[in-house]
């Protein structure tokens, strides 16, 4: 199972539904945030916790991990060592050129996609090139 040790979290009021475990991004006015939609997007986090349309309604945020160790849903298998960046859903992948860097695989391989994984947070992610 993975496991977190973050030394930063941080609340956040969500602009739209969040999907725990998965990268998040600032909105434009950078007061909310809102679920990652593209590779290229700057991950200010991970989220800890599910935030529905219907807990936004209610006045629920989301607490975003931003420093640390995190646990992130994995999008294909990913071996520990390995560089991670994020899917245009924010799910993990293994990094490749011209995406934003999200971190390292420290643990919990994951054997294929929906399987959590421990990541080393290294955000704002540079571009790999």
């Known amino acids: 199972m993975a496991d977190s040790a973050f030394v930063l979290a941080r609340g956040f009021d969500a602009a739209a539904a969040i999907t725990k475990n998965r990268a998040v991004k600032l909105t434009t006015d ?3 945030v809102t679920p990652i939609t593209g590779v290229t997007d700057i991950a ?14 209610k006045g629920k945020g989301v607490s ?24 245009a859903n ?3 992948q293994v990094a490749a050129s011209a ?4 971190g390292l695989c420290v643990g919990n391989p994951a054997g294929g996609s929906g ?3 421990s990541v080393l947070l290294s955000l704002p992610g540079t571009i790999l090139v």
Request: charged fraction near 20%; hydrophobic fraction near 50%.
């Open 30 to 32: 950078e007061t909310e």
């Open 44 to 57: 200010v986090g991970i989220a800890e916790f599910d935030c529905s349309a219907a807990d936004i309604l």
């Open 64 to 87: 975003v991990i931003m420093m640390g160790i995190a646990v992130m849903e994995a999008s294909e298998a990913i071996t520990a060592g390995q560089l991670v960046s994020c899917t």
């Open 90 to 92: 924010g799910r993990a």
């Open 99 to 102: 995406e934003r860097l999200v």
């Open 115 to 117: 399987e959590q994984i």
